[in-house]
């Protein structure tokens, strides 16, 4: 899943780069998600790596990024991409159940011409077997 411009504007990385913000919430039916998990891969005799999930840069309005049924979060377009490549479903309640995803995205009137514009989408995420 990769965010873009809701008002699909033809805008290079550069502009998805900018320091305006957009807001994304994300839920889901059954389950919980969260942005990354942190395992013991992430720390070299100690230390942490780059690959550490995290949540720097973004601005938490429902959720912490930790097993959540609804995360919804403020940040650039570019950081917010970068922490959906992180993104992890947790199905523990949705045996037998489709869940479905819930992604609305809200451009706070920053990108393109006119005010703010919202997108929204629904992703089905199949039953886990077994």
């Known amino acids: 899943?990769?965010?873009?411009?809701?008002?699909?504007?033809?805008?290079?990385?550069?502009?998805?780069k900018r320091v305006h913000s957009a807001r994304l919430r994300l839920s889901v039916s059954c389950g919980t998600l969260s942005f990354g998990i942190v395992m013991d891969t992430d720390y070299t005799w100690g230390k942490e790596y780059g690959s550490i999930?995290?949540?720097?840069?973004?601005?938490?309005?429902?959720?912490?990024?930790?097993?959540?049924?609804v995360l919804d979060v403020t940040s650039t377009l570019h950081h917010l991409n970068g922490q959906l490549l992180r993104l992890v479903f947790h199905p523990a309640d949705c045996h037998g159940v489709?869940?479905?995803?819930?992604?609305?995205?809200?451009?706070?009137?920053?990108?393109?011409?006119?005010?703010?514009?919202?997108?929204?989408?629904?992703?089905?995420?199949p039953a886990p077997l077994g």
């Open 1 to 16: 899943m990769q965010l873009a411009d809701p008002d699909n504007e033809a805008f290079s990385d550069w502009f998805a």
């Open 53 to 69: 999930a995290g949540t720097e840069g973004m601005t938490f309005h429902e959720g912490d990024g930790t097993e959540d049924p």
């Open 98 to 125: 489709n869940a479905t995803l819930a992604v609305e995205l809200d451009d706070l009137g920053h990108y393109g011409a006119g005010g703010p514009l919202k997108a929204y989408r629904e992703v089905l995420i």
